[in-house]
């Protein structure tokens, strides 16, 4: 079969990964397909094959400039003939007449030029082997990146009906994918989706409680470079003195530093097999090594895509690698801070799904690598036998009476006491605080057990997770929009038994 030739004699390779012979069949017998596939794991290839074997030019749709002159440059080192057409290109003229004459195997074209009357002319009536939408969640609301000129590629893809369409992602879940497949017009049985799961990495997710100490314990049994996401340009600093100054090297990397020191902190990382680099999110991007061994997240990530995508930087030589993800409820508290206060209307309810979608995710007892597999579609076994909750299934206990308490108690202290007084008025601790505000003298005081007691942090953590409970800036808890079933009796509250508390620090959201 041809396209195996072209494989071989073209692109170098033995044999098609994963879905990609998949996707390129369909799109050879005209269909229109909806691709997703984890970085990596050869998209382009999906289009430029088959833009090869069928006959005129392949459309390619892509919002990133840079991108695009990457892979030009990539595919005519192989002999391809390709070109862009977008605002960066001088050679606008020259391209198109390429493109008229039949000397082009693919056109890249930015969204914004691809939905004009203009580009659609210019197409009309030339022979179009395949038109392409790379990172086609940019197309849904519910994608964390839209781009409203995705909107806009139906005329172009209509004018078009019988040329195969092939929309490509690394990232959607289930409501992106139905609305990519909806706003593209591509049928439900186009959607291929594959290969997200990457069995050498080891997944754990622990509440934080005293970070620098965890990372240092996490190092110590550690070997190998690895990667420390911080939520802050300061906390990295932090950190990355922490662990220096416990003896492994460790340096920073966020975009307050001068470029040169950041070039360097980047070159130094690369060449070391021992280095941490605590970092915002900025890092991992471009960088190629595929010995980081390990990945922690000093607090949470923006989302289940993006704690994959930052996750997935481990381990990329296939040997065995670490993900460490350390939580506290006061990440949740300020994302859905953030969420209310800069993120538009129109996109709110989407981002507050994703945060609950993440937040199951740090509170689930089952198995992690279930979870994420099935938030990118994919139906994998119950257990994977490589993460914290399948080596170590925690013990589950019902604490929906506590959280009950809690709720109560939050409730009647009008809602503005952090979880420490709460507990202690819980308890029924006569202390000043609390009989200053009288406290001592409402239904709910000494309402706990002491065993209950020891659950009230754990549970406001959960509480604060799943949005029951939402934390001012001081740490005051106030009930979310979560809080009413549990009180009604129509949620339960499963939380893991929580490990035995060290004694420390008191922190006011049980962090
Ligand atoms: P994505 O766009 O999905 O992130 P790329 O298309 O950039 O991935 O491909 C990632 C890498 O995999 C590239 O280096 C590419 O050459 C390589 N690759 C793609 N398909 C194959 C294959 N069938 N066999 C071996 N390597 C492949
Ligand atoms: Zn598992």
Request: some cysteine; overall charge neutral.
């Amino acid at each position: 079969m041809i396209v195996h030739e072209i494989l071989r004699n073209i692109f170098g390779f033995d044999h098609f990964r994963g879905v990609q012979e998949q996707v390129v069949k369909r799109v050879m017998a005209g269909k229109d397909s909806l691709a997703v596939m984890p970085t990596g794991a050869g998209k382009s290839l999906c289009y430029q094959l088959p833009a090869l074997a069928r006959e005129g030019t392949a459309i390619v749709i892509s919002p990133l400039i840079a991108l695009m002159h990457d892979q030009i440059r990539a595919t005519e080192g192989l002999g391809i003939r390709a070109a862009s057409l977008t605002s960066a290109d001088s050679d606008r003229e020259t391209t198109i007449a390429r493109l008229r004459n039949g000397e082009l195997d693919l056109l890249y074209v930015a969204p914004e030029r691809a939905t004009t009357e203009h580009f659609r002319r210019l197409v009309e009536q030339l022979p179009i082997a395949l038109i392409a939408i790379d990172e086609a969640h940019c197309v849904s609301e519910w994608g964390h990146d839209f781009r409203p000129d995705y909107r806009q590629l139906r005329p172009l893809l209509d004018a078009h009906g019988d040329v195969p369409r092939l929309a490509l992602t690394a990232t959607a879940d289930r409501r992106t994918r139905a609305d990519i497949l909806t706003q593209l017009g591509i049928p439900e049985d186009g959607l291929v989706v594959t290969g997200f799961d990457r069995p050498n990495i080891r997944y754990h997710v622990r509440p934080r409680d005293g970070i620098g100490g965890q990372l240092k314990q996490l190092l110590a049994g550690q070997p190998g470079a690895g990667i420390v996401y911080a939520p802050s340009r300061d906390k990295a600093e932090k950190l990355a003195e922490g662990m220096a100054g416990s003896g492994r090297p460790a340096l920073a990397y966020h975009a307050g530093l001068d470029p040169a020191v950041r070039k360097r902190n980047q070159a130094a990382f690369v060449s070391s097999e021992e280095m941490v680099m605590a970092s915002t999110v900025a890092f991992g991007m471009g960088i190629d090594k595929p010995d980081v061994r390990f990945v922690a997240h000093a607090g949470i990530p923006k989302s289940i895509e993006a704690y994959y995508q930052e996750t997935g930087r481990a381990g990329r030589d296939g040997e065995p690698a670490e993900a460490w993800l350390f939580w506290g409820a006061e990440d949740f508290a300020r994302a859905r801070q953030g969420i209310e206060t800069e993120v538009e209307p129109a996109r709110q309810q989407g981002e507050r799904e994703r945060l609950n979608a993440l937040a199951a995710f740090v509170e689930a007892a089952t198995c992690r690598r279930a979870i994420l597999l099935r938030h990118f579609g994919e139906d994998p076994p119950a257990q994977c036998g490589n993460c914290d909750n399948c080596l170590e299934p925690p013990a589950t206990i019902d604490a929906t009476e506590v959280a009950r308490k809690l709720l109560s108690t939050a409730f009647r202290t009008e809602m503005r006491f952090g979880v420490a007084h709460l507990s202690a008025v819980m308890a029924g601790d006569d202390n000043e605080k609390v009989r200053g505000f009288g406290h001592d003298r409402l239904s709910v005081f000494g309402i706990a057990t002491p065993d209950e007691i020891a659950l009230v942090r754990p549970v406001a953590r959960a509480l604060i997770a799943r949005d029951a409970l939402r934390a001012d800036a001081y740490g005051g808890l106030s009930f979310g929009p979560a809080a009413k079933p549990i009180l009604k009796g129509e949620e339960t509250v499963t939380i893991a038994v929580p490990p035995p508390r060290k004694k420390s620090r008191r922190r006011d959201t049980g962090g």
